[in-house]
């Protein structure tokens, strides 16, 4: 079979096809608004993006030949890709509103359908949680009858499937708590879901000034939800019982674009997405005015000299500001600043 290029050819050529998860996350994505998830149409189901027709890039009204061919390879592999990468969970789920891991997951399947005889993915454990990368380790065996070769490219240490340990590293203490500190989130009795899937029910937190926490579960658990939730991102933020510095929005009175200017935010999917690097990020977060640092798994994608500098600089900036709080999203405790002594956990959902 000739080999044609921009993801329309089975790779039965002999080629290797070469995978880059965060460039192939932007391109479906299309560089757009991170917050997208919150207000997809449901339009781009899962199911869709993995037809035969999308995978090729067939276009539905065109005359003559079917690729034949093509479509038995397709329908050979099609098994064993779902398998290996649990697809069939996601399938009527909208691909915008996806997790950034479970997004992976599925541009993964996708490239994977093309039937490349040899594919080398570049940071094959971005984004994912502990029990995931430990799958993709053996995600060659799982396909080998597929006759697709796979290699991990650019990889890092995976972390123990599981979760491991998570003592604590780097330098510093977890911080004391602040005498009468106020609270800086608050939430009561939420409830979200999504098609039917219940990720927060009667969920309430409050974060306290000073407070460092951790944020952990698996991906699709919610934990990207509930930043969203607290910076606004989230058109829920609106629906229930939460407040940001003891304002609610909606309230009369309460300009939230005043609340946002005080909470810095630092995303793995703004530079996957936007293009935004995390030290430029970083620079507008640690700004005098920042009263809640949000870090969602600011190590993702970056090489371990970047992650090193990037937790050193965020801790720094909270030795310096002891009243201000902080959330950190991470797989690993490696990825989490030091001096975070308090930790939240969400179920698989």
Request: hydrophobic fraction near 40%; aromatic fraction near 6%; include cysteine.
């Amino acid at each position: 079979m000739a080999g044609m290029r921009d993801g329309v050819e089975s790779a039965e050529s002999g080629e290797c096809e070469k995978y880059f998860a965060s460039g192939e996350q932007r391109a479906a994505t299309g560089g757009g608004w991170t917050a997208m998830r919150y207000h997809c149409d449901g339009e781009r189901l899962v199911s869709d993006m993995l037809s035969f027709d999308s995978v090729f890039g067939i276009n539905p009204f065109e005359v003559g030949a079917r690729r034949a061919g093509w479509r038995r390879g397709y329908r050979a592999r099609k098994d064993a890709v779902f398998a290996a990468l649990e697809i069939k969970p996601l399938l009527r789920r909208p691909f915008d509103a996806l997790s950034n891991g479970e997004m992976r997951r599925v541009l993964l399947a996708r490239a994977l359908l093309k039937g490349p005889a040899r594919i080398e993915v570049r940071d094959p454990f971005g984004g994912f949680d502990p029990d995931w990368r430990a799958r993709m380790l053996r995600l060659g065996d799982a396909l080998r009858p597929c006759g697709t070769e796979i290699a991990l490219a650019g990889a890092a240490p995976p972390l123990p499937a599981g979760g491991g340990a998570w003592t604590r590293r780097g330098r510093g203490a977890p911080r004391p708590p602040i005498p009468d500190a106020k609270a800086v989130v608050e939430m009561r009795g939420v409830h979200v879901s999504f098609g039917g899937r219940v990720l927060f029910k009667d969920f309430s937190w409050t974060v306290r000034e000073g407070e460092r926490w951790t944020l952990r579960g698996p991906n699709g658990s919610g934990k990207t939800t509930l930043l969203a939730l607290i910076t606004g991102d989230s058109p829920l933020s609106h629906a229930f019982d939460i407040r940001v510095f003891g304002k609610r929005r909606g309230d009369e009175g309460v300009v939230m674009q005043d609340v946002r200017r005080r909470i810095g935010v630092v995303s793995a999917e703004r530079e996957t997405m936007l293009g935004i690097p995390v030290e430029d990020q970083m620079d507008a977060a640690l700004a005098a005015r920042t009263r809640l640092l949000l870090l969602d798994e600011p190590c993702c994608n970056l090489s371990p000299a970047r992650a090193r500098r990037a937790l050193a600089r965020a801790a720094d900036w909270l030795d310096a500001h002891p009243k201000a709080a902080a959330v950190c999203v991470a797989h690993s405790p490696a990825h989490v600043p030091a001096g975070f002594g308090l930790e939240l956990s969400l179920p698989r959902t």
